[in-house]
């Protein structure tokens, strides 16, 4: 590992000499040129971290509605829900990003229903969906680890299950679907890169449209490994610190 | 209970023909059970007899197959009646099942306010006297984790109350506990046996059921093998699994 990083700072470190084929000027902050491009490249990071956000908040939101019937007893309630997750988990995300964007306007114009999708919303919906069926399935490992004799104390005090849910279960299983949760988050990151391919401004968009310009992928495309690694590494110090809180707070 | 009480049914419990199975096993057998108003209970046996599951299936926390359940003039079948059987039955599970994230107060007031609609001051009012009754009050601003087994009990004990019960359904209450903590919690029971409860536990206490009981219920392999009062119970077993059961039990 340490050695793979000394070989990396090596290569970068050479190719900032002059002998080297680097040509880091493309992004050199001193010249006009130079920092115009960092900024076109930078002004993406508003456009990931948005849709990141709604998709992780909207995946969310399906998660819980997918999990809660996906716990039922009664097969009839959990099948729809098991064959959501299923369905969902098996589809890669740059076909059902393409299968939104350009197939879905067509279905929903059989349907009389005439919707623009644009870039922007096409990523967050592919992105919720295709995230909701981890999530549905962080909820449900999170719920089931609370004991079931939680469940049936509940119901010997009156409680129905939404009581049950709100007041006894779910304040419990937080503590435990919290930081995984987090973690899906960097994975929605990493994923919204997808969004380029419709479009969509965002970071790694910008980067490929001044490669395009400029003849650099080299420099640019490692800028842009950066600036996600940066990103993350915020998410990740964050889902730690919010596992080491969470984890205090059971022991006490 | 005084007959001038009068309930306006003959019984607080009526089982009839009672048949479970969990898939192949035959987990209870044609048991037929009568419990009057006020009657104290003392249902034994080796484990795996069916004696947690049958009291479990009084409030309706394990389905039956077979057989009719009558709590207090009210049959068991829909969900309506279910509510409404589990509205006169308490209970307190061998692992106290308190909730952990809230405070031994929150603990005792959430079923009188959320199913019962009580208010919070009412409800407050209603958890000390209860928590009076079992001997802790100055507990009430505690989480369950910090309290002992026994204290841990005596809140689960006081929560049920709370609802204001007719009749109580006690499953091993002191199998989880510290030895010397096992008298606090039988104290306990037998101050709410003393006061008219009409109560089925579920013990290997056998020094308690000379005590409270006033009818032992043995059951092996599912089936009530053997009932009668604890004189004759104790001193004249009339079965032969009975007798072994008892010796075993009684060596220690």
Redesign the interface.
């Known amino acids: 590992m340490k050695n793979l990083f000394a070989l990396a700072a090596l290569t970068l470190l050479a190719g900032c000499g002059s002998g080297g084929n680097w040509g880091w000027y493309v992004i050199d902050p001193t010249t006009t040129q130079g920092w115009n491009n960092i900024t076109f490249l930078l002004d993406g990071f508003g456009a990931t971290i948005l849709l990141s956000v709604i998709a992780a908040a909207l995946s969310m939101v399906i998660g819980m509605l997918v999990a809660l019937p996906g716990m039922s007893t009664n097969r009839w309630i959990s099948l729809p829900s098991r064959i959501y997750i299923e369905f969902i988990r098996a589809i890669p995300l740059l076909p059902m990003l393409f299968w939104v964007f350009y197939g879905l306007p067509v279905v929903l114009q059989s349907m009389g229903i005439t919707v623009r999708i644009d870039a922007f919303w096409g990523a967050v919906i592919t992105l919720a969906i295709s995230d909701s069926a981890f999530t549905a399935e962080i909820y449900r490992s999170g719920i089931q680890s609370i004991a079931r004799g939680q469940t049936e104390a509940a119901k010997t005090i009156g409680l129905t299950y939404g009581q049950t849910m709100r007041y006894v279960i779910l304040p419990q299983a937080i503590r435990r679907i919290l930081p995984p949760l987090a973690n899906q988050f960097i994975y929605i990151v990493k994923m919204s890169a997808f969004a380029s391919v419709i479009g969509m401004q965002e970071l790694t968009r910008r980067a490929n449209e001044l490669v395009v310009t400029e003849y650099r992928p080299l420099e640019i495309y490692t800028l842009l490994i950066l600036e996600y690694l940066v990103l993350v590494l915020i998410i990740s110090f964050f889902v730690r610190w919010l596992e080491r809180k969470m984890g205090a707070d059971e022991s006490r | 209970m005084p007959d001038d009480a009068a309930p306006d049914h003959a019984n607080a419990i009526e089982i009839k023909g009672l048949n479970k199975w969990y898939d192949e096993y035959h987990a209870l057998k044609d048991v037929d059970l009568t419990v009057q108003h006020g009657e104290r209970i003392v249902v034994c046996g080796p484990s795996g007899s069916g004696k947690s599951t049958l009291i479990r299936c009084v409030?309706s926390?394990e389905e039956h197959d077979e057989g009719q359940i009558i709590v207090d003039g009210t049959l068991m079948g829909d969900a309506a009646s279910v509510?409404a059987i589990?509205?006169e039955?308490?209970?307190v599970?061998q692992?106290f099942?308190?909730?952990?994230?809230l405070t031994i107060m929150q603990n005792l007031t959430?079923?009188p306010m959320?199913?019962?609609g009580l208010s919070r001051a009412d409800a407050e009012a209603r958890a000390m006297k209860y928590l009076e009754r079992v001997q802790i009050p100055e507990q009430a601003d505690k989480?369950p984790?910090a309290l002992s087994g026994g204290q841990q009990q005596r809140v689960?004990i006081a929560?049920?109350l709370?609802?204001e019960p007719k009749i109580m359904l006690f499953d091993e209450p002191t199998s989880a506990l510290d030895p010397e903590m096992i008298s606090e919690v039988l104290d306990v029971i037998v101050d709410l046996a003393d006061s008219g409860m009409t109560m089925i536990v579920v013990t290997h206490e056998m020094g308690f059921a000379r005590r409270a009981a006033d009818r032992m219920v043995f059951m092996d392999h599912g089936a009530i093998v053997e009932t009668g009062t604890p004189t004759e119970f104790f001193e004249a077993p009339k079965t032969e699994r009975c007798r072994t059961f008892l010796n075993q039990i009684l060596k220690h």
């Open positions: 409030n926390l509510e589990r509205a039955v308490g209970m599970f692992q099942n308190l909730f952990p994230h959430l079923g959320k199913a019962r989480k984790g689960a929560r049920s709370c609802m």
